[in-house]
């Protein structure tokens, strides 16, 4: 498809997509509005920033205008649910936009609002209902909200509600539907627990992929430290206990992990302020921890993959992967999380030997290879696989600022050594110096032969 009008859309529709600069579909938008157009179940696979949103209510609000009655009281005729408020906001955001040259009535309800406007506007009827899982069943429980009349079901990041412990929410919710309806998930990735939930919901749906994102930003500074398992807490510390305090987001594997990783942060290094957000944590509290770190009253972030999705902070400098991603993907948006905007930006990622074959994955995704620095206080063993750093392929690193933090490690952890976080390397020249000993001479790296 080269243009909107190719897909069918009604006049107002694409008025409002022009008004909006919109100019020509992104992939998931030429694959998933043609499908949804008919009204089929589909089962979208698409990270966020693609179009996903329009993917989703470009055709809803053209089935809605060509079908449209009435609303009537506490009975939305279509439901979207999303993960979090920040999310559910920005898709009635979207709505209100593209029906500007349209009638119809949407409405936003999500937990920490009050309940009064939100049940004067489900009185007066909408046509769609955007809402967070949480309190669309505390409306069903109230019986301000019946779903008797819910024609489509749409679930906007399936996998991070599955994260969330949303998932009986969920099987809920679409159980209190009627049984002829179309029903929509778009999620960042297919895992095993997805395609369960995908199986129980969708009536033989269509399945649509948006093409994997693998480019890194040229601002960004890779490397990698090898460290043995023993010791990856300690390099850590090491790190974050550097001079010249910046903003970073430390990534983790699992939700288990965050808590803790914060606790030993604020014991190891005195003075620094640190945080987490995961999928357990209240919407509240992760609220006032986003918050806290966009205003810099906290420097530290550690997240999930998932919780941090859709983060919109500016100014982080470094991204650390405390753990590698289990899926190579992963990498490319957790360190696009720097190097914005023209900035620089460090990404350094702690890598154990037995993770090799994650990195090189990684690797292979991104298209170059990421420098290896053993120039730390503990570096792992000798390995005959150990390849020293080579020129990046077509992506040259640039020059990096020198940020990083202040703070004295509480415990010795640094044995003595102390560095800066700095990025020695030039345009073309990929440097693992992900730090310097003060006093000491630039070291060039020799590839292995």
């Known amino acids: 498809m080269t243009s909107f009008s190719d897909l069918t859309l009604v006049e107002p529709i694409l008025r409002a997509l022009e008004k909006q600069g919109y100019e020509t579909p992104t992939p998931i938008q030429s694959s998933a509005i043609p499908l949804l157009l008919e009204g089929k179940d589909l089962m979208g696979i698409a990270q966020t920033g693609g179009g996903k949103t329009a993917a989703f209510v470009l055709p809803l609000l053209q089935r809605l205008s060509h079908e449209r ?45 009050p309940y009064g406007p939100q049940m004067q506007d489900l009185k007066r009827g909408v046509d769609i209902l955007v809402a967070t899982p949480g309190r669309l069943m505390d409306h069903m429980k109230r019986r301000t909200i019946i779903l008797d009349n819910v024609q489509t079901f749409i679930l906007d990041e399936a996998d991070r509600m599955l994260d969330m412990g949303f998932v009986d929410d969920v099987q809920e919710i679409s159980s209190k539907m009627p049984k002829e309806h179309q029903t929509v998930m778009f999620s960042a990735t297919m895992s095993p627990q997805i395609k369960r939930l995908s199986k129980s919901l969708l009536n033989k749906p269509e399945y649509v992929e948006a093409p994997r994102e693998t480019a890194v930003a040229e601002t960004i500074n890779h ?60 919407q509240r509290a992760r609220e006032r921890t ?19 999705r859709g983060i919109d902070v500016s100014g982080i400098t470094h991204v650390i992967n405390y753990d590698l991603p289990m899926e190579a993907e992963n990498y490319v948006h957790r360190v696009g999380r720097t190097g914005r ?106 590839r292995a032969s």
């Open 290 to 308: 986003l918050r806290s770190f966009k205003n810099d009253r906290i420097s530290v972030l550690v997240a999930t993959d998932v919780a941090a």
């Open 69 to 113: 009655t009435r609303p009537k009281p506490n009975m939305p005729t279509a439901i979207i649910i999303a993960p979090t408020r920040e999310l559910a906001s920005q898709i009635g955001k979207a709505i209100q936009v593209f029906t500007r040259d349209i009638k119809m009535f949407h409405t936003v309800v999500y937990g920490g609002a």
């Open 223 to 282: 490397s990698v430290l090898m460290v043995s398992r023993d010791h990856k807490k300690d390099l850590l510390m090491h790190l974050l206990g550097m001079p010249d305090k910046t903003k970073v987001i430390v990534f983790v594997r699992t939700k288990a992990s965050t808590e803790a990783l914060v606790e030993d942060i604020q014991n190891a290094i005195e003075g620094i302020k640190a945080n987490c957000i995961h999928g357990d944590k209240p």
């Open 341 to 446: 905007a023209g900035a620089s930006g460090i990404a350094i990622s702690i890598c154990e030997p037995r993770e090799r074959n994650l990195l090189r994955s990684i690797e292979q995704m991104i298209e170059m290879k990421v420098p290896v620095d053993n120039d730390h206080p503990f570096p792992a063993p000798a390995h005959k696989e150990r390849r020293a750093p080579g020129k990046a392929k077509g992506r040259p690193f640039s020059k990096t600022k020198k940020p990083s933090f202040k703070g004295k490690p509480k415990a010795a952890a640094n044995s003595g050594k102390r560095g800066d976080f700095r990025s020695k390397s030039g345009p073309g020249k990929p440097s693992g110096r992900a730090f310097a000993k003060p006093g000491s001479k630039r070291q060039s790296f020799k």
